[in-house]
């Protein structure tokens, strides 16, 4: 196992979870049958997360394009949160991980919703490790929602438009208060972003791996972390040595 150093893990860390369908392709299954691997490490890897002191762990789960799939797909995915939280229950209960879920929540069936209420509830006083599920989230969507929130105060008279700052932007975003983003991790192999977090990574560090992410495991987890861990994140300026 990697050694990384628990003084200076990532406070936030974000996943794109992908690479399920190929998973299940290499075994010559369905692709569903990776969704369903793929929905259990979830858990598995924020309790890794929660472990080491990672305050904020934020997890792609469905983007508001993942409707563009087959139905059937699209139909099993959605139900992934129900059958997660039934094989999950008691662990979820008994464990210190906060659960929250950020995305439209117009769209998908209502026991999902009704769920979602649930675990968050049921969580809401944990004080370890804040999981989030993005579901139906896209970073579009999600600056669009804000920009309108924000118009209409300005509208309505309680905000002034020379008032808007960075942080009135931030404030509106569905991830409003938490820390900001350290790592971004993606797995399957693709470099690219597809519509995720876009405000929020700024100048978090980015780390791609080939690993499919129903074999993403504590190993791969601390390799990124010990990847991090040896960036010179500079934010525009200098660091310290180097200012003479
Ligand atoms: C990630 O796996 C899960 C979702 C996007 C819902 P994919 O389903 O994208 O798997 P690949 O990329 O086709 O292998
Ligand atoms: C991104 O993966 C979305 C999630 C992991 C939920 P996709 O597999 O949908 O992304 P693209 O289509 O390869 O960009
Ligand atoms: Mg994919």
Redesign the pocket.
């Known amino acids: 196992m990697e050694q990384i150093d628990l003084n200076r893990v990532p406070q936030h860390i974000a996943m794109i979870?992908?690479?399920?369908?190929?998973?299940a392709k290499k075994r010559m299954l369905p692709?569903n049958y990776?969704?369903r691997n793929?929905a259990f490490n979830i858990n598995k890897v924020a309790t890794y997360c929660d472990e080491i002191g990672v305050k904020y762990l934020t997890m792609y789960?469905?983007?508001t394009e993942?409707w563009n799939r087959p139905q059937k797909e699209v139909d099993y995915?959605m139900k992934a949160p129900i059958r997660m939280f039934s094989r999950l229950k008691k662990q979820i209960q008994s464990s210190n991980i906060r659960w929250k879920f950020i995305g439209r929540r117009d769209r998908f069936p209502k026991e999902v919703f009704d769920l979602i209420n649930e675990l968050e509830d049921l969580t809401k006083d944990k004080t370890g490790l804040t999981l989030t599920i993005c579901f139906d989230y896209g970073s579009y969507e999600e600056i669009t929602q804000a920009v309108k929130k924000i118009a209409q105060e300005c509208v309505d008279g309680k905000l002034n438009p020379s008032d808007i700052t960075p942080d009135t932007i931030e404030n509106h975003l569905y991830t409003a208060g938490y820390p900001k983003l350290d790592l971004l991790i993606r797995t399957?192999g693709?470099c690219r972003i597809s519509n995720y977090l876009l405000w929020q990574i700024a100048y978090a560090e980015f780390y791609f791996t080939d690993v499919?992410?129903p074999d993403f495991d504590k190993e791969e987890l601390y390799k990124a972390i010990a990847s991090y861990q040896k960036r010179d994140r500079r934010f525009g300026g200098l660091n310290d040595n180097k200012k003479n």
């Open positions: 979870l992908d690479g399920n369908g190929r998973w692709r990776g969704h793929g789960c469905f983007s993942n995915l399957s693709e499919l992410w």
